[in-house]
């Protein structure tokens, strides 16, 4: 069954994933905060299995970098400061 979310809070409004209270543009999507189609999006629970992934993200543009430890890898590619590229990096300590 198929829930419909329109609760864009503290959200990117182009790919609805999570932004942090300092973020300036979506770590996913490259969105500038606040932009965005704002479409109703499929709330589900992803369901990731497999081992913990540090992933270390890293701006090409302005050196901000943040890590995130998480099941699979973290696919970010945007800076959340300046919207730039970021270099990813991740450790598979399975
Ligand atoms: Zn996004
Ligand atoms: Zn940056």
Request: charged residues 25%; proline residues 5%; aromatic residues 12%.
């Given at each position: 069954?198929?829930?419909?979310?329109?609760?864009?809070?503290?959200?990117?409004?182009?790919?609805?994933?999570?932004l942090?209270?300092?973020?300036?543009?979506?770590?996913?999507?490259?969105?500038?905060?606040?932009?965005?189609?704002?479409?109703?999006?499929?709330?589900?629970?992803?369901?990731?299995?497999?081992?913990?992934?540090?992933t270390?993200?890293?701006?090409?543009?302005?050196?901000?970098s943040?890590?995130?430890?998480?099941?699979?890898?973290?696919n970010?590619?945007?800076?959340?400061?300046?919207?730039?590229?970021?270099?990813?990096?991740?450790e598979?300590?399975?």
């Amino acid at each position: 069954m198929k829930r419909l979310s329109s609760d864009y809070e503290g959200r990117c409004g182009n790919c609805h994933k999570l932004l942090a209270d300092d973020d300036q543009f979506c770590r996913y999507c490259g969105t500038p905060k606040g932009e965005g189609g704002f479409l109703p999006y499929e709330n589900s629970n992803m369901c990731v299995y497999g081992p913990p992934v540090d992933t270390t993200h890293t701006c090409t543009s302005c050196g901000y970098s943040w890590n995130i430890r998480a099941l699979g890898v973290d696919n970010a590619r945007f800076c959340p400061r300046c919207g730039s590229s970021v270099d990813t990096t991740y450790e598979d300590r399975y």
